[in-house]
């Protein structure tokens, strides 16, 4: 079965710095999608950056970028020069199956990872 | 522009009584909707899907329900709400075309 493993409950960076965030992903499916969210306080869920599974570069977008590792099944995110506003909860996140076919598109999500930025 | 709209934003209900959150989407047609809770400080779990009206898939077996009685519109019910349904829950839509998800803004229920 599809599994997603955050294994960084809670992470602190000191603003201005980089900081990598932790993904590793289970599935036997050989199309698929990783996703990363951000979650402030608030509740909302804030799509930061996605990466396809035969994509061969890895994403960016903006501060944001995925280190994906398809062979040690990975998917970490890295957030370079952080802020005080990234302090929030991230999950990584994977869709079953291809884009754009007749699947359910289900998503299935880690427990996520606290991140605080110190000032 | 597509956009979804979930409320209520808040929700305290006493144990036993029923419970009817809604999630609409606009500007779009024929999405994928999904229903996902929260439990606090932890991941979102998968509830509900649904590929098209009347279509619905379980996820967790439960006593909640949910509904599509129109394209655009999903509905998490319960007949009887337990104390363990307390939690944030989030409705999410997708179009088959497209990788991106996006999600309302969340109803948080207290069951008390």
């Known amino acids: 079965a599809q599994k997603i493993t955050q294994t960084q409950p809670g992470m602190f960076v000191q603003e201005k710095e980089a900081v990598t965030l932790d993904c590793t992903y289970d599935?036997?499916?050989?199309?698929?999608?990783l996703f990363w969210y951000k979650q402030p306080s608030s509740g909302e869920m804030i799509f930061l950056i996605y990466q396809g599974s035969y994509d061969e570069q890895n994403a960016t977008e903006g501060r944001y970028s995925l280190n994906f590792q398809k062979a040690r099944k990975s998917a970490n995110l890295v957030i370079s020069a952080s802020q005080l506003g990234d302090s929030a909860m991230y999950f990584c996140a994977m869709r079953e199956g291809p884009k754009g076919s007749s699947n359910t598109g289900k998503l299935i999500f880690g427990q996520g990872t606290t991140l605080q930025v110190k000032p | 522009s597509q956009t979804i709209h979930q409320w209520p934003a808040t929700l305290v209900q006493p144990v036993g009584s029923p419970l009817s959150l809604e999630c609409t989407v606009e500007g779009t047609s024929n999405p994928n909707l999904y229903w996902y809770r929260q439990a606090a400080g932890r991941g979102l779990q998968l509830l509900f899907y649904s590929v098209g009206i009347g279509q619905i898939s379980s996820e967790v077996p439960q006593n909640l329900s949910a509904s599509r009685p129109q394209d655009r519109q999903f509905i998490l019910s319960s007949k009887k709400l337990l104390l363990s349904d307390s939690g944030f829950y989030l409705c999410?839509?997708?179009?088959?075309?497209?990788?991106?998800?996006?999600f309302g803004s969340g109803t948080r229920l207290t069951v008390v």
């Open positions: 599935t036997s499916d050989q199309s698929y999608g």
């Open positions: 999410a839509w997708r179009l088959e075309v497209n990788y991106g998800y996006t």
